[in-house]
């Protein structure tokens, strides 16, 4: 059972736009939500994160966003970059228990 | 810091044998994870230790798969016999402390069993 869940596999966005990449999630005892991004190849690295008591973090070009009543989450990335196609996890943790989602492939297009 | 490093990098084996995946977290983390990624189902975390100690192997599929931490600077996650399903990329990952948020990846083990 997914209880964190990203319905888009794969996104493309031109180099200079904002790329929204979306986590639904269903579990609303969560701590703590966070972004990993992963290049073919490597480990996931983390990327930025967002504590259940707060709607908005951000850091530079990256912003994440936390809709609690909807259990839903995003990141936002302006502007895109090339450098920035990679997979995109989004996680959450209650206590010591961490979930992942199956992840969404971004390109961004030069 | 070298990071984690897991070795080995990839492997290929065939159905029925005995596979060991083995990592070395950053020295003074505190936490080790094991994580199992597929098309299907994303990162699945298998077993997690804290101060070496088992906490957490819910995530493991079966007993065919077991893991062990005999110190702070290797673990081991062993699949015997291993099967065709079996095949994914394994990812070790390790934290400071239990609940920190961050966790640094391993480059992975790429396993193919035939």
């Known amino acids: 059972d997914q209880q964190v869940k990203q319905n888009s596999p794969s996104l493309s966005v031109q180099e200079g736009r904002i790329s929204i990449l979306n986590c639904d999630y269903t579990?609303?005892?969560?701590?703590?939500f966070l972004w990993y991004k992963k290049y073919p190849a490597e480990g996931p690295t983390f990327l930025i994160s967002?504590?259940?008591?707060?709607d908005k973090n951000e850091d530079g070009r990256f912003t994440v966003f936390l809709n609690k009543s909807a259990k839903h989450l995003s990141l936002h990335i302006v502007p895109s970059q090339p450098g920035d196609s990679a997979v995109y996890f989004c996680?959450?943790?209650?206590?010591?228990?961490?979930?992942f989602g199956t992840g969404t492939s971004l390109t961004v297009i030069p | 810091d070298a990071g984690v490093i897991q070795s080995p990098r990839h492997e290929v084996t065939e159905m029925g044998q005995e596979v060991t995946l083995r990592c070395k977290p950053i020295?003074?983390?505190?936490?080790l994870f094991w994580y199992r990624q597929t098309m299907m189902r994303g990162l699945e975390l298998l077993i997690y230790?804290?101060?070496?100690?088992?906490?957490?192997d819910s995530g493991m599929p079966e007993d065919r798969f077991s893991a062990k931490m005999p110190n702070a600077s290797f673990s081991t996650l062993k699949i015997q016999p291993s099967e065709p399903r079996d095949s994914a990329v394994y990812f070790c990952?390790?934290?400071?402390?239990?609940?920190?948020?961050?966790?640094?990846f391993g480059p992975g083990t790429r396993l193919t069993v035939l």
């Open positions: 990952a390790s934290s400071l402390l239990a609940g920190a948020n961050e966790q640094f």
């Open positions: 579990n609303s005892m969560f701590d703590y």
């Open positions: 967002i504590s259940s008591i707060k």
């Open positions: 996680a959450a943790n209650t206590g010591n228990q961490f979930y």
């Open positions: 020295s003074g983390h505190n936490s």
């Open positions: 230790f804290n101060n070496n100690v088992p906490i957490d």
